[in-house]
């Protein structure tokens, strides 16, 4: 960004010693000199019509053209302006069009960056609801089993008080397996 500017400053500097040499040449060359004469000439024209129709000042029916050594002198300065402004538009049109362009790619390079985010959220949002499914699926599963647990530990209690085995009297004790913990007692 510094060295844009620079280069604009630069450039701006290195114009108006070439203006200046565009006045000189134009005061020595044949060609330049008729094209300042002819500039000059229709630029007093349309000054004086100007003058005639915004202030109102009589009209005139001849006027008077700048004499040569004047009307070289007027188109120079003109064409230098003109070089210098010439420049200094291509300048800002340059700046214009390359801090637009910076902006642009900003603009693409966000907006990259929100739809890589969007698609991360969405990826996520999937991943959380498999997760939620699989853990409803873990509870349902881990409800079943203790009521598995809960019916086959009281079809052994019945069993074992109905008569099915017949251990009592002997020396050989029924041990009493728990096969999963009853709701009643705290899960680890």
Same mark, same amino acid.
């Given at each position: 960004?510094?060295?844009?500017? $620079?280069?604009?400053? &630069?450039?701006?500097?290195?114009?108006?010693?070439?203006? *200046?040499?565009?006045?000189?040449?134009? =005061?020595?060359?044949?060609?330049?000199?008729?094209?300042?004469?002819? @500039?000059?000439?229709?630029?007093?024209?349309?000054?004086?019509?100007?003058?005639?129709?915004?202030?109102?000042?009589?009209?005139?029916?001849?006027?008077?053209?700048?004499?040569?050594?004047?009307? !070289?002198?007027?188109?120079?300065?003109?064409?230098?302006?003109?070089? @210098?402004? *010439?420049?200094?538009?291509?300048?800002?049109?340059?700046?214009?069009?390359?801090?637009? /362009? *910076?902006?642009?790619?900003? /603009?693409?390079?966000?907006?990259?960056?929100?739809?890589?985010?969007?698609?991360? %959220?969405? *990826?996520?949002?999937?991943? $959380?609801?498999? !997760?939620?499914?699989?853990?409803?699926? &873990?509870?349902?599963?881990?409800?079943?089993?203790?009521? $598995?647990?809960?019916? +086959?530990?009281? %079809? %052994?209690?019945?069993?074992? /008080?109905?008569?099915?085995?017949?251990?009592?009297?002997?020396?050989? =004790? %029924?041990?009493?397996?728990? $096969?999963?913990?009853?709701?009643?007692? +705290?899960?680890?």
């Amino acid at each position: 960004m510094a060295t844009v500017k $620079l280069a604009t400053l &630069v450039i701006r500097t290195l114009a108006k010693p070439i203006s *200046s040499q565009l006045k000189n040449q134009a =005061k020595q060359h044949e060609t330049f000199r008729s094209i300042c004469i002819s @500039l000059a000439q229709r630029m007093h024209m349309a000054e004086v019509k100007l003058r005639t129709n915004i202030l109102g000042e009589p009209a005139r029916q001849h006027v008077k053209p700048l004499s040569e050594t004047r009307a !070289i002198e007027n188109g120079a300065n003109a064409l230098a302006e003109g070089f @210098l402004f *010439s420049v200094a538009a291509l300048l800002i049109i340059g700046e214009t069009w390359r801090s637009s /362009r *910076s902006q642009s790619k900003q /603009r693409g390079d966000v907006n990259e960056r929100i739809e890589e985010l969007s698609a991360n %959220v969405t *990826s996520l949002t999937e991943r $959380l609801e498999r !997760i939620q499914e699989s853990l409803g699926d &873990v509870e349902l599963e881990r409800s079943r089993n203790n009521e $598995l647990a809960r019916i +086959v530990e009281r %079809v %052994v209690e019945i069993g074992l /008080r109905g008569g099915w085995a017949e251990f009592e009297d002997t020396p050989l =004790k %029924v041990p009493r397996v728990e $096969l999963a913990p009853t709701s009643s007692k +705290v899960l680890p």
